[in-house]
């Protein structure tokens, strides 16, 4: 089982990307999506999550406004629209399955990662 992003690249401060997490050789529609991103020489950060039925929907403020997450069950997959991209919006963007973990989830499945890249 895997999951595979895609839809990043390099862009100008003020565009738009839309990132896509297909996963494959296993149902995600159980689980919890969620998007991560880690800069050169930062720790990763957590941008969004999503429930199951995409009825919870978390967001960093750093970018609340400008991103939407979104799932798709029948495809087996998640989606993060990037509006008014920012050079601080430039990292890797990993996707990731979990579950619910109290208040929280827990992250156990994991993508490699699309690149983003912001210029100024």
């Known amino acids: 089982a895997q999951l595979v992003e895609s839809g990043g690249g390099l862009v100008q401060t003020g565009a738009s990307l839309r990132l896509s997490c297909v996963g494959s050789?296993?149902?995600?529609?159980?689980?919890?999506m969620g998007w991560f991103r880690q800069a050169p020489g930062k720790e990763r950060e957590f941008v969004a999550s999503i429930n199951w039925s995409g009825g919870t929907i978390r967001v960093i403020d750093s970018v609340k406004g400008r991103f939407t997450i979104s799932r798709d069950n029948a495809k087996n997959a998640v989606y993060l629209r990037m509006n008014s991209l920012k050079p601080e919006d430039t990292a890797l963007y990993l996707c990731a399955a979990g579950r619910e973990d109290g208040a929280d989830y827990s992250w156990g499945f994991w993508g490699r990662g699309t690149q983003v890249t912001v210029s100024s």
């Open positions: 050789g296993r149902r995600f529609g159980s689980n919890a």
